[in-house]
């Protein structure tokens, strides 16, 4: 895998992902966010990588959205600003969606738009010295795109808080908010990423890719007769399973 933006690894089933832009603090920018789609896209097609690990490279995860690159708005359309907005929501969706279980570990500080990604993740880690933010309101813009994703995971009434109040706060709130889901540091970051990988990996891939997507199809089917169609459908055929059989 090649890209400008973003550094990977690969070792024992787990592709381990980095930011890769440290002399602008790993701000998301067009082509890091079309690098990020890409690889999210490019995890579908092999069966090798079973957990994907993301991380920022540097002293911090993201300052968030690269505004040396959005600044210039003089001649853009509406539509234009559209499209450029819809790729950080499809890339925290691509995220989201992805069918390999998925763990972000954030250290340093993490800004703005930036909170989609560990938001999007399934597990999320933090060092106990990291600082959150979203400081969209102060600059006269709408978190919109990172909204979703956050409110997955906090629910409205704690993003509320931590939207509209624009300030910056530690792993602990984090923490409380339902933001992340431990507290770490860098000696132990290995070690508990390791740790959380390695009770993923001793399951079965084909169940915990199906798991994942019910969990998602649950959120978002409102139509109870298609729910249970979908639920006893899938449980049915994870029972005829080959990995099943293996039990």
């Known amino acids: 895998m090649n890209f400008k933006t973003l550094k990977t690894e ?3 089933n787990v592709l381990h ?4 832009r440290p002399e602008k603090r790993n701000a998301l ?3 890091m966010l079309n690098e990020l789609i890409q690889l999210f896209g490019d995890l579908y097609i092999g069966d090798k990588v079973a957990v994907l690990v993301l991380r920022g490279w540097g002293k911090v995860f993201s300052a968030g959205a690269d505004l ?3 600044s210039d708005i003089s001649g853009k359309s509406e539509i234009e600003l559209k499209n450029e907005a819809g790729l950080f929501y499809d890339c925290f969706d691509a995220l989201y969606r992805l069918h390999i279980p998925t763990i972000c570990y954030v250290h340093g500080g993490i800004h703005g738009g930036a909170n989609g990604l560990p938001a999007a993740c399934d597990y999320t880690l933090a060092d106990s010295g990291a600082l959150f933010s979203f400081g969209e309101v102060g600059l006269g813009l709408v978190p919109a795109t990172v909204a979703p994703f956050v409110v997955r995971r906090t629910g ?3 993003a509320k808080r931590m939207m509209l109040g624009g300030y910056t706060f530690g792993a602990e ?3 409380n908010s339902g933001l992340i889901d431990f507290i770490t540091n860098e000696e132990e970051e290995e070690k508990k990423i390791s740790e959380i990988a ?3 990996l001793s399951n079965a891939p084909g169940a915990l890719s199906a798991t ?4 998602i199809e649950i959120e978002e089917k409102p139509d109870t007769e298609k729910l249970k169609e979908l639920c006893t459908g899938l449980i049915a055929r994870a029972r005829i399973s080959d990995e099943a059989k293996k039990e």
């Open 156 to 158: 409205v009434i704690k």
């Open 173 to 175: 709130e984090a923490l």
């Open 68 to 70: 040396s690159g959005m």
């Open 10 to 12: 690969f070792r024992d």
């Open 198 to 200: 390695g009770q993923i």
């Open 17 to 20: 992902c980095w930011l890769h």
């Open 29 to 31: 920018n067009t082509e």
């Open 212 to 215: 994942k997507k019910l969990l």
